[in-house]
């Protein structure tokens, strides 16, 4: 019956029966709508109109501190607040002036409550605004932004009617241009590419389309310092929107203060349950450099807290991943470095009435808006008895959780802080068989590290009702969470699951198959870890979820091995060349540039002998046209050596095949400059080399609509393919794994940590940057 009457009230108020019986799911903000139509009942003595209730509806939906209801609602009734713009300008200033009183004529002068803005007047700031544009208006006529003209009247008039200034405005556009032509009808023509990378400069934005990053943009530490983000001042949290305070609020805002000295503080909070991925490295970029932009610190803390998946390999690897990347954790924490205060505080959170012991089962919480739990209301006594019985073992798995009072965002209702798991814990071992969830933890770590600045992905958004309300359930620091978009890449899985599936199947070898855009994957492949990071300031802290395209993070990659990996040659398909008039008898010394654009980087030293190797397919008997290395009559300089050849005599085997070529050889400047220069290797070291391409097929292999048989169906079969007795120069020899170089007209490479005593092995990074040139 009750469901009923809130049903006709919501109604009443003008609210559709779809969108009332979707209010009424939701428990909190049914409350405090039902509370609001109440109190303007009571204030008209009369039914509400639908402009009226819509404000109300605002104002139940957006208010966080309940005790300010009563207050606002009385503006709204007597029509003090009577725009959509009013009640906003009412919820900032609640939020920025949590404590009492209110001082009333501070909050109308903000409000514009009692503002009348005339006809006149709005018909005065429209005019103005046509007449300052008008030469584009009359040029561009309805393909102009009219929303420009909207702006400047609404800028001058604060409280005008939104309504009322359009209105105006379409009637002196009409009066200026006259009705819209055929021409005008037609379609806007697109900006070209020229325009928008001017307007890019202009504005020193990011421009993002399609996972595309502009070539110009600000460095991370610049995207996050200061103002950049419009992010709160340490201690400033209750000036957020959708911050919820208490009366506690500004006690504990003043004690954390002094506490912090005013100092910023994040954290990158990973689960040591499987390796970090590219997304990863975004959030170690946004929590560690926001720290260092503003001269703040930044805590690693591990959230262990389901033992059945953690591993010490994780915590190794997502602290040397850390490290990696250039950061340095102020302190390494672990939530299970609390677990006794975590406990302590569910104890209490039952004592205040705010949290039970429910014996539904897994299977039961599932999904959103499920019925109210039948232990809901069970005495405090009772479940503080039981949360006892579920400490001491007394519960198998699944019997018994400890649940919060509260209704999250997205429907959720009263999550789990508690549930019982038999497993030892890695570093408690058996002290706990009752482990705190995510929902419970976070939070509480958050303030117990006075954490200012909770930064997570956007699907934690759902979360943040129940990082306040827990907080302030308990009376403790409450930091601010804020959301930042997820950063993904086409053509690449990273979820654990999959990642083990492919392990499983025998596509990749490991968590560290350079295939997989995994951290450590990358490490192995030879992705320099200032590549990473300048690719994720070059995707920019964008709160959209972004999916790039790999050629960009590999165009960062190239950016700088270019400057940071040295010069060598190596040949993958090897074809023997004999200098049978090699002007010395034994091998001369080349000295070749680590750098050759930057030769005072310094020079290595290579054999060069009668006998070189060359590619295969830098040879050819019956070349089509345009080809310009070596041919009959067509001779080829050696790199770095001063020398040209030219063929004179090729060996072939039994089957046809060429085996090996006799060519003779003369200086450089002893004749025309022939038309290519080509690598070589003389003494060389044999080594593998392994090619990357693609894992998959398709950008989107997870996409059903794109690939029906799943991602395992995608694999791409040519994403690797092994070069088993490639020949390398000399200079590498001594090289450690994870060494970088760039191979001569190949692209660049690193050394894989397989190679042992004479045998290298070399993982292809990315390829050289395409030339058109080059044939």
Not at 27 to 35: C, D, F, I, N
Not at 234 to 240: D, L, S, V
Request: with cysteine; hydrophobic share 35%.
């Amino acid at each position: 019956m009750a469901a009923l009457d809130s049903l006709s009230l919501f109604t009443g108020l003008g609210l559709s029966e779809h969108k009332a019986r979707e209010t009424l799911k939701n428990t909190a903000l049914s409350a405090q709508l039902r509370e609001a139509a109440t109190q303007a009942q009571q204030t008209l003595g009369s039914t509400i109109d639908k402009a009226t209730g819509t404000l109300l509806y605002g104002l139940a939906s957006r208010l966080r501190d309940p005790r300010r209801l009563s207050f606002l609602v009385s503006y709204i009734a007597n029509k003090k607040i009577h725009t959509e713009l009013q009640l906003s300008a009412a919820l900032e200033y609640v939020r920025s002036h949590p404590l009492d009183p209110i001082n009333t004529e501070d909050f109308e002068q903000e409000c514009g409550v009692g503002v009348m803005v005339t006809p006149e007047q709005i018909e005065e700031a429209v005019e103005a605004a046509i007449n300052r544009h008008r030469p584009q208006l009359l040029e561009e006529r309805y393909r102009f932004n009219m929303g420009l003209l909207m702006g400047e009247a609404r800028a001058v008039l604060k409280w005008a009617d939104g309504k009322m200034i359009k209105h105006e405005v379409d009637m002196q556009v009409l009066h200026l241009l006259g009705p819209k032509t055929e021409t005008d009808l037609e379609k806007k023509p697109k900006v070209s590419k020229a325009r928008l990378e001017e307007k890019d400069q202009r504005t020193a934005k990011v421009l993002m389309e399609n996972g595309e990053a502009a070539d110009q943009t600000l460095s991370l530490i610049e995207q996050l310092r200061g103002e950049a983000l419009k992010f709160h001042k340490p201690g400033e949290n209750y000036k957020t929107p959708g911050y919820v305070t208490t009366p506690h609020t500004m006690d504990l805002l003043k004690q954390h203060l002094e506490i912090t000295g005013g100092q910023v503080r994040t954290r990158f909070p990973p689960e040591p349950n499987g390796i970090l991925h590219i997304g990863h490295a975004k959030a170690i970029n946004f929590n560690f450099g926001y720290a260092k932009a503003n001269n703040g610190i930044c805590f690693l803390r591990f959230d262990d807290t389901n033992p059945e998946k953690e591993e010490a390999k994780f915590f190794t690897a997502i602290c040397d991943m850390v490290t990696w990347l250039g950061y340095t954790p102020y302190k390494v924490t672990y939530a299970s470095d609390y677990f006794d205060q975590l406990y302590a505080w569910a104890v209490e959170l039952i004592h205040r009435g705010q949290a039970y012991v429910c014996h539904q089962r897994g299977e039961e919480l599932k999904g959103h808006n499920s019925l109210p739990s039948p232990w809901r209301d069970r005495p405090i006594e009772e479940s503080l008895l039981l949360f006892e019985a579920m400490r001491k073992g007394k519960f198998a798995e699944g019997e018994a959780t400890l649940r919060m009072k509260l209704v999250m965002e997205d429907g959720k209702m009263d999550p789990v802080a508690y549930r019982v798991k038999y497993t030892p814990h890695h570093r408690t071992g058996d002290t706990w068989c009752i482990y705190p969830t995510y929902d419970y933890t976070h939070c509480l770590c958050d303030s117990i590290e006075h954490i200012t600045h909770s930064l997570c992905t956007k699907e934690f958004q759902a979360r943040r009702s129940s990082y306040f309300w827990l907080c302030n359930a308990l009376d403790v620091y409450c930091p601010v969470q804020w959301e930042y978009g997820r950063l993904n890449l086409h053509y690449a899985v990273v979820s654990k699951r999959k990642i083990l599936q492919l392990v499983a199947a025998g596509a990749v070898r490991d968590w560290d198959d350079p295939r997989l855009f995994t951290l450590t994957a990358l490490r192995r492949r030879g992705f320099p870890p200032e590549a990473i990071n300048n690719f994720c300031a070059r995707v920019g802290v964008t709160v959209a979820q972004t999916t790039m395209e790999p050629h960009l993070l590999e165009a960062c990659v190239r950016d700088v091995l270019n400057d940071t990996a040295p010069r060598a040659m190596a040949v993958l398909e090897p074809l023997q060349v004999i200098i049978t008039n090699f002007p010395s008898t034994k091998s001369l010394d080349i000295q070749v540039p680590n750098f050759p654009a930057d030769e005072t980087k310094g020079f290595h030293q290579i054999p060069f002998g009668s006998m070189i190797f060359i590619e295969r397919t830098d040879f050819k008997e019956e070349p089509e046209p345009g080809y310009k290395r070596l041919a009959w009559g067509q001779p080829v300089g050696l790199r770095h050596t001063g020398y040209v050849i030219e063929l004179q005599h090729v060996v072939k085997g039994p089957s046809g095949c060429v085996e090996s070529l006799e060519v003779t050889c003369r200086r450089a400047d002893a004749a025309e400059k022939p038309k290519a220069f080509i690598h070589w290797v003389s003494q060389p070291l044999t080594c593998e080399i392994r090619l990357y391409e693609r894992l998959f097929q398709h950008k989107n292999p997870e996409d059903p609509a794109e690939v029906p048989g799943g991602f395992l169906s995608d694999l791409n079969p040519a994403s690797l393919q092994v070069v088993e007795a490639a020949l390398v120069d000399c200079s590498v020899a001594l090289a450690k794994p994870f060494d970088k170089f760039q191979f001569e007209r190949l692209g660049y490479f690193s050394l894989d940590p397989d190679s042992c005593q004479g045998q290298l092995v070399f993982n292809r990074t990315v390829t050289l940057k395409e030339d058109p040139g080059k044939v």
